[in-house]
């Protein structure tokens, strides 16, 4: 659809990457850490309430600082992955500011190792009080916390260790082509192939997007092997058990939650996602799909097209409508050039909100087609970047939401987002479509991303034992998907390699079962704002937004009279869409 779509403007940083304030801003906060780390280190348990206050304002001044450098940055290069001078902007940031860093290690540590009796006697000034949250995540994890002299290596090495593999990918990624019909077409292109309603070309393009990640499977492989082996000794210095332990002490989620999540997902699976996926082949007229075909338009057809302006009205209608305060905040992005949503050459792919700092503003990217997905797409990114506007009060030691809670707001305003197109919907078997369409971005939400949370289990299992192959990093691959999509899709020799594309294994692993604990979560969620047994529903909603990362996910939900430690809670959400696959069995 050719139309103007929004770029973002990141001058509310800086005026571009060679802006002479960045250089002067990194070298007098850089002077600030040094102070610092002259005049405090060794002295922090030995410091005054009033000492100790001024020290973590300050502290936190200087990540502020840091995060305006890197989130401008990042921001840039994720605009134009290709663009050498952004890629190496962005390396040499990186590098200064792990720098910058490593003159902090000492703060958490000494923070985290100071006797119980004189923290308990500190905490009862209001000042350190206020940061007992954050106070609490450091603390928690000081028993994984290796020397000073360890960790302060282990920062400034981050930016030519994991951080350099995951620019490989990145850069990498960036800069393929995959062959479609003669023409040279970029990740989002290709993949965006895949959703069309014409078999032919979802499997022309399931042909390429095999093709050329098989082509590029040995560096993908080597990637993978070693961001695994480098989390392993890492971890296994710092002591952690299994190898999601790290992820869930980041998430302050606790391990035996998280397998819950997991074990009753999986143990579902053949009663959601292998039971709806043997319908819909039938809908497409046989027993059984090719891989490819499982997110075919079920209607056989694309279905409607929606300008920008439309999509920016539909998701901004279905936040006034929920709540006029939140409402009025994702407006704020549509007035100001905040989004970046065109298409283009160098672009990095999917969609996101950066949080960027606390006193600046979230920036949300995406790649625009005009579809029905693009439009849910947009409501996603929005709950997110509504959800960091509101969590910003907190400051930027304990703005942060713990991924646990992350995609509450993404998730719950797709929801709502979802229910203003369907009841503005008037055909009943166009709403059986949509509401099939639903189910398949649910059941990719919880379903699908256990499935990859089951596959990385398995390679950073394995991984511990020696280096994994290709052929056997995908048969990982092929077991875990065949177990969550079911008998009614076929996984031929063309599907192995397509555990290459996913970012998320490079970038942040074990990421993904966030995704399907915040999809069950709104579940739930939804069930109580629906039946109105709430009548605070509202006012507790944008309480645990506005609280960050302040408060775990059991408190946070405790309002709402759900407790996600037990397996009930994780079934809730799953009858959800086990109730709305019943709704469109007789959908011919």
């Known amino acids: 659809m050719a139309e103007n779509l929004p770029v973002w403007s990141l001058t509310d940083f800086y005026q571009d990457i060679h802006s002479d304030q960045i250089n002067i801003d990194l070298k007098n906060w850089t002077e600030k850490a040094l102070k610092m780390q002259q005049l405090y280190e060794g002295r922090i348990a030995e410091l005054s309430s009033a000492e100790l206050g001024n020290l973590i304002t300050n502290f936190e001044q200087i990540i502020a600082a840091m995060g305006k450098i890197s989130s401008h940055a990042d921001l840039s290069f994720a605009a134009d992955t290709s663009n050498p001078d952004f890629a190496q902007h962005a390396q040499n940031m990186s590098e200064a500011i792990n720098v910058v860093y490593s003159h902090l290690v000492f703060v958490e540590l000494e923070l985290s190792s100071m006797p119980e009796d004189h923290y308990q006697i500190l905490l009862e000034d209001e000042a350190i009080a206020y940061y007992q949250p954050w106070l609490r995540l450091v603390r928690s994890a000081a028993k994984y916390n290796l020397e000073p002299r360890l960790e302060k290596m282990l920062v400034e090495q981050s930016p030519t260790n994991k951080q350099a593999w995951v620019r490989l990918f990145d850069e990498t990624f ?104 043997k319908m819909k082949a039938k ?60 298409i283009r050459e160098g672009k990095a792919s999917g969609a996101f909100s950066h949080p960027t700092v606390t006193s600046i503003h979230p920036y949300i ?33 304990m703005s942060s939401t713990p991924l646990t809670l992350a995609e509450t707001a993404s998730v719950f305003s797709e929801m709502l987002t979802f229910n203003a197109v369907l009841d503005a919907e008037t055909s009943e078997q166009a709403k059986r479509y949509l509401l099939a369409d639903k189910i398949e971005d649910m059941l990719n939400t919880v379903v699908r991303q256990v499935a990859f949370h089951n596959f990385e289990k398995l390679v950073h299992t394995n991984r511990k034992k020696g280096e994994l192959s290709s052929d056997q990093i995908s048969k990982f691959w092929v077991e875990t998907q065949k177990q969550a999509l079911g008998p009614a ?53 944008k309480t645990l937004l506005r609280s960050g990362g302040t408060i775990r996910f059991d408190s946070a939900l405790a309002p709402f009279s759900l407790n996600p430690s037990a397996p009930e809670f994780w079934n809730k959400g799953l009858d959800m869409i086990s109730s709305m696959i019943d709704k469109v069995e007789d959908l011919q």
């Open 489 to 541: 899709i076929n996984i031929d020799e063309s599907f192995k390699p397509i555990w290459a594309y996913v970012p998320h294994f490079v970038h942040t692993p074990f990421y993904v079962y966030a995704y399907a604990f915040g999809d069950c979560l709104v579940n739930a969620l939804w069930q109580v704002y629906q039946d109105g047994s709430d009548p605070d529903f509202n006012t507790h909603y």
């Open 283 to 342: 809908w497409l007229g046989g027993e059984t799909m090719a891989w490819w075909d499982r997110n075919a338009p079920v209607s056989g057809d694309e279905g409607k097209q929606f300008t920008w302006q439309e999509a920016c009205e539909i998701v901004q209608s279905s936040f006034d409508k929920f709540d006029p305060e939140m409402g009025g905040l994702a407006k704020q992005f549509f007035d100001n050039p905040w989004i970046d949503a065109q």
């Open 174 to 277: 960036s800069e393929l082509r995959f062959d479609f019909k003669g023409k040279k077409l970029t990740e989002t292109e290709i993949l965006n192939k895949l959703t069309k309603a014409d078999p032919n070309i979802r499997a022309t393009a399931a042909a390429s997007l095999a093709h050329t990640l098989t082509d590029n499977l040995r560096l993908f492989t080597l990637i993978t092997n070693t961001i695994s082996k480098q989390k392993e000794t890492e971890e296994r210095w710092r002591g952690f058990d299994g190898v999601v332990s790290s992820r869930n002490l980041a998430n302050d989620v606790d391990d035996h939650v998280v397998e819950t999540l997991v074990t009753t997902v999986t143990e579902r699976m053949p009663e959601l996602s292998h039971r709806y996926y």
């Open 365 to 397: 990217l995406m790649n625009f087609e005009g579809y029905s997905r693009d439009v849910m797409t947009l409501a996603h990114e929005m709950g997110h970047g509504v959800h960091q506007l509101l969590a910003a009060e907190q400051g930027e030691l």
